[in-house]
């Protein structure tokens, strides 16, 4: 990782312990800190979160992808795959990554300048493990499939859950971030998702569920 000069504001980072269970170790700190210098400073200049607060935001976005992160079940494969639909900002796919690096992470947004934002936080972070789809998920090779896909669902429509879904492979699973009353739930059985595990986010009326495919 290159040397990085740090202009945030201080912010209490122990506030993302109950997120990802325990201290963060001082290298993935340093990674989500030149991340958060990069997204306040590229938040000036374009709208990538409506959330402008430092401290809301390591909890709200960094918070929740380390969250998912900790609850991912192990991979039956060396080394597992996962597809951040509608990546965005990078939120949940990055923070999953820089925590997990055994897992190869794809950051999937549309939106070129939302992209090149995400291009350029892979390039100052290190995270070796991530590529970026500047494009539509539907757009991916058409029998590409991973070991896990991502979603935030308290921001999506439920037409995204279908585009989604049809990237999980066989024995995979969903993970999407979503309101408690959300009604996925009956989509994806039709699809052919098992019941979900449910965890409450700490401090958040957001849950976290796990279709298992």
């Known amino acids: 990782m290159e040397h990085w000069e740090i202009y945030n504001p201080p912010v209490d980072w122990n506030s993302l312990t109950p997120y990802f269970g325990g201290p963060l170790p001082p290298a993935l700190l340093r990674q989500l800190e ?43 494969v060396p080394r597992g795959t996962l597809l951040d639909h509608g990546s965005g900002a990078g939120f949940p796919g990055m923070p999953i990554a820089l925590s997990r690096p055994d897992i190869a992470v794809t950051l999937s947004e549309s939106q070129q300048r939302k992209a090149s934002f995400l291009r350029e936080v892979v390039r100052a972070t290190g995270a070796a493990n991530v590529q970026v789809h500047a494009g539509r998920t539907e757009a991916l090779p058409p029998l ?47 699809l052919g998702f098992g019941e979900a595990s449910v965890w409450q986010l700490p401090g958040s009326e957001t849950t976290l569920r796990l279709y298992s495919r």
């Open 144 to 190: 590409q499939r991973f070991d896990c896909v991502t979603l935030r669902a308290v921001d999506a429509a439920i037409s995204a859950y279908p585009i989604a879904a049809a990237r999980v492979a066989e024995g995979g699973a969903l993970a999407a971030l979503e309101a408690a009353n959300s009604p996925a739930g009956q989509a994806l059985a039709i």
């Open 34 to 76: 030149i991340y958060l210098d990069l997204l306040l400073r590229w938040n000036a200049k374009m709208n990538l979160t409506a959330i402008r607060d430092p401290e809301a935001i390591i909890r709200r976005h960094f918070g929740e992808g380390l969250f998912v992160a900790r609850h991912l079940p192990p991979q039956n």
